[in-house]
């Protein structure tokens, strides 16, 4: 699975973005999905994750209520709707692939990965 994550750029506290991540292959609609992020300075963190089917998500705590994932699985695209944006959430965005389809966080659980797309927030 190859991975292409784009609709990253500069917004204002408070502003909306849409992060989109396009897989290549087949199997798409067999992997459960996740977004990771990473700031300067800082580890990998996790974001949120969608099952395979969409039947499931999960968020970190720090972006529940105002970032929603989603899937497109005849499209082979998940999504990151970013609302409410803060200075904070300034990083780089990863989306990865986990083999298995169910939910997980850990970011050794995902075996693909895309190249990551920027994120700016300014106060």
């Known amino acids: 699975v190859q991975l292409q994550a784009s609709g990253g750029g500069l917004v204002q506290a408070g502003g909306s973005l849409r992060l989109s991540c396009a897989a290549s292959g087949r199997t798409f609609s067999s992997y459960a999905m996740g977004w990771f992020r990473q700031a300067p300075g800082k580890e990998r963190e996790f974001v949120a994750t969608?099952?395979?089917?969409?039947?499931?998500?999960y968020y970190a705590s720090s972006v529940k209520g105002r970032f929603t994932i989603s899937r497109d699985n005849a499209k082979n695209t998940v999504y990151l709707q970013m609302n409410s944006l803060k200075p904070e959430d300034t990083a780089v965005y990863y989306c990865?692939?986990?083999?298995?389809?169910?939910?997980?966080?850990?970011?050794?659980?995902?075996?693909?990965w895309g190249q990551g797309t920027q994120v700016t927030v300014s106060s």
């Open positions: 969608i099952s395979r089917s969409a039947g499931s998500t």
């Open positions: 990865a692939a986990a083999p298995g389809g169910v939910v997980t966080t850990p970011f050794q659980k995902y075996d693909y």
